[in-house]
């Protein structure tokens, strides 16, 4: 990957960043070097945004090449709406207050550099506004209010490289250092990959989708097919735009950072698992039981409890019973109730946080099934066999998962035929994403559960039957879409 740092005049460029070429914004809109490049990120340094400058069209033409600029074209539009910008304000209300509060003055500025402050003490501050406006350069005011001391962000604009102050100077290239450091665009590369891809991780999950070698596998795989991978954070939410494509390995929710990952990263154009809409489809259970009643898919027994039905729903369903936490995950939020005394107990306690609440007969069975789904196509299938003296896969206790049932998986072709059957049709009303389709199967018949966005792939477990080539035919899957997007095939 090249990089390369786009100023007006290089001549009057003061520093110098090790493994990136510094080049005019003339040069860059002119030359056919520039133009003809493959796999490029630009960093637009250049005096000014406005409409039709010289530094809009930096970033117009970059997107246009397929090169990633930072900042985007949206981000430069962004920067000048002022309703967007007070969006932003009240986004960081909150660590505005914390980070600014010793402050004795009024009226505050803040330098950021390459998502930095010269200050330690605003650098929580400095990356949020990064992450909220990813430009290289910022300078935003801050004032605080006479009336109740509560600080405000007032103005947010790019900042040129020759409005650097004097005393910034040294620090500039040591942020843009720090930044750069460890990003595999600087690092020698035997042949140069053609895109990139970013895999959004969370190293503090307990119990994420994918062990760390399986992440390495997975790294692995991109660089094969021609992706340059990176494994990111949260911290990371300004970066989204450097990439060609965006790979969720953590735990997805609605209210949630990787739901704002994966919008920010659908509406700059990425390639994007798990999509928005499939998170949004998938992490809520009462949507999952109305899709799949009403296009006749086979689901247990199913009742939407809500206040007004909760005396009618034993009579229907009768004991033992499941409640359901609309958005639970990993078996948090679901419980089995053997009596009216506990169902009346649980279900005060989940209607207290939603209006409404998956109820399901109980079908006892000694595993679940897993069919996982890519593209339309079945990628692995798995009986996952209930924990040791327990009715679920995963044992939960105190608010996590303490244990889980052995795992078995087998070729997709001895599964069932339709268990795999009803698993592809529920991803049908879903997408075309990476999904877990969890089955229960009664005599033969089976019967839908959930159909996961986020599916577990761990080594040793998923893999067993494809091993490398299950993650190579994800990242296969990846490298055709992004090919199709860069060719308008792919909308």
């Given amino acids: ?73 949206s981000t430069i539009q962004d920067l000048k709406n002022p309703t967007i910008i007070r969006g932003a304000a009240d986004e960081l209300e909150d660590i505005c207050q914390k980070s600014l ?100 991780i969370d190293p503090t999950e307990k119990n994420p989708p994918s062990t760390q070698k399986a992440l390495q596998r997975f790294e692995r795989a991109g660089e094969q097919v021609g992706f340059e991978v990176e494994f990111i954070t949260r911290e990371d939410f300004g970066r989204i735009a450097e990439f060609d494509a965006l790979f969720i390995r953590c735990t997805t929710s609605v209210n949630h950072f990787t739901y704002r990952f994966a919008r920010k990263a659908e509406a700059e154009g990425l390639v994007v698992m798990d999509d928005p809409l499939s998170i949004l489809r998938c992490t809520n259970k009462v949507y999952l039981a109305e899709l799949m009643e009403r296009n006749k898919i086979r689901i247990p027994r199913t009742v939407l409890l809500h206040k007004d039905n909760i005396e009618s729903v034993p009579e229907e369903l009768g004991f033992p019973m499941i409640l359901k936490q609309p958005d639970s995950s990993f078996s948090l939020g679901v419980v089995k109730v053997e009596d009216i005394a506990e169902y009346r107990e649980m279900a005060s ?61 087998l070729p997709v072709e001895l ?38 966005d986020n599916p577990s792939i761990d080594d040793g477990i998923e893999d067993q039957i494809l091993r490398e080539g299950l993650y190579r035919r994800v990242m296969a899957c990846f490298m055709k879409r992004v090919q199709q997007r860069k060719e308008g095939r792919l909308l």
Avoid at 117 to 131: E, G, I, M, V
Avoid at 349 to 371: C, H, M, N, Y
């Fill in 415 to 452: 599964a069932p035929r339709a268990v795999v059957r009803a698993a592809l049709k529920a991803c049908e009303l879903i997408g075309k994403g990476l999904y877990g389709v969890d089955l229960k199967e009664k005599q033969g018949t089976p019967y839908l559960i959930e159909v996961n």
């Fill in 1 to 73: 990957m090249n990089t390369l740092i786009v100023v007006n005049k290089p001549q009057q460029w003061p520093f110098d960043i090790p493994g990136a070429e510094v080049v005019s914004a003339r040069d860059y809109l002119t030359q056919p070097r520039y133009s003809s490049m493959k796999a490029t990120r630009v960093y637009n340094l250049c005096r000014s945004y406005k409409y039709q400058s010289a530094g809009y069209y930096v970033s117009l033409l970059a997107e246009a090449r397929g090169h990633k600029p930072l900042p985007s074209l």
């Fill in 101 to 200: 509060s010793s402050l004795h003055s009024d009226q505050f500025i803040l330098s950021v550099y390459f998502g930095k402050n010269l200050a330690k003490r605003y650098d929580r501050l400095s990356r949020q506004l990064y992450n909220q406006f990813p430009a290289p350069l910022l300078r935003a005011e801050f004032r605080r209010s006479p009336t109740d001391s509560v600080w405000t962000m007032t103005s947010v604009a790019p900042m040129a490289a020759g409005d650097i102050p004097e005393n910034h100077r040294e620090f500039v290239p040591q942020a843009a250092k720090e930044y750069f450091s460890g990003r595999k665009p600087l690092a020698p590369k035997k042949k140069a990959a053609r895109y990139s891809m970013a895999i959004l």
């Fill in 349 to 409: 306690r989940l209607l207290g946080k939603s209006d409404l609440v998956v109820a399901q007969e109980f079908l006892p069975t000694d595993f679940d099934w897993r069919i996982g789904a890519l593209d339309g196509e079945p990628l692995y299938a798995c009986r996952y066999y209930m924990a040791r003296k327990h009715w679920q896969i995963y044992k939960v206790g105190d608010g996590a998962t303490q244990g889980c049932g052995k795992s078995e998986t």
